[in-house]
């Protein structure tokens, strides 16, 4: 069973910088898919960014430059840099897992493991 646990929200001033972390417990497989999505009030879930397994990264357009995403040599802990924030960034944060599939589907619904959220500010 493989449990997400976000943190690292906050409150940052426009332009600042949150790192956001994913630590994931738990082994379903070698091959993974790990993505960040976001939700502001009143709007839809969004991809933000994804990780492979094989190693392989994306960034949504509107986030890219701003926003990257690694994870550390365990593999347990998946991050999310964000830079020059935004007033339109605060949102909670979402990380999501996938094992034994090959791609990054950017639908919230598609999947299996989920966390709680961790939530960010930009005043």
């Known amino acids: 069973h493989v449990q997400l646990v976000e943190s690292g929200g906050g409150s940052v001033q426009t332009g600042g910088s949150l790192r956001l972390t994913c630590a994931v417990s738990?082994?379903?497989?070698?091959?993974?898919?790990i993505v960040w999505f976001r939700q502001a009030p009143a709007k839809e879930r969004e991809a933000v960014a994804g990780?492979?397994?094989?190693?392989?990264?994306w960034v949504a357009p509107s986030m890219e430059g701003r926003f990257t995403i690694f994870q550390d040599n365990s593999k347990h802990m998946l991050y999310l840099q964000m830079n020059s924030l935004k007033p339109e960034d605060p949102a909670m944060y979402y990380c999501?897992?996938?094992?034994?599939?090959?791609?990054?589907?950017?639908?919230?619904?598609?999947?299996?493991?989920r966390g709680q959220g961790t939530q960010v500010t930009v005043s």
């Open positions: 990780l492979l397994s094989s190693g392989a990264t």
């Open positions: 999501a897992a996938n094992y034994g599939r090959s791609r990054c589907p950017t639908s919230w619904l598609e999947y299996v493991y």
């Open positions: 738990g082994d379903a497989g070698s091959q993974y898919c």
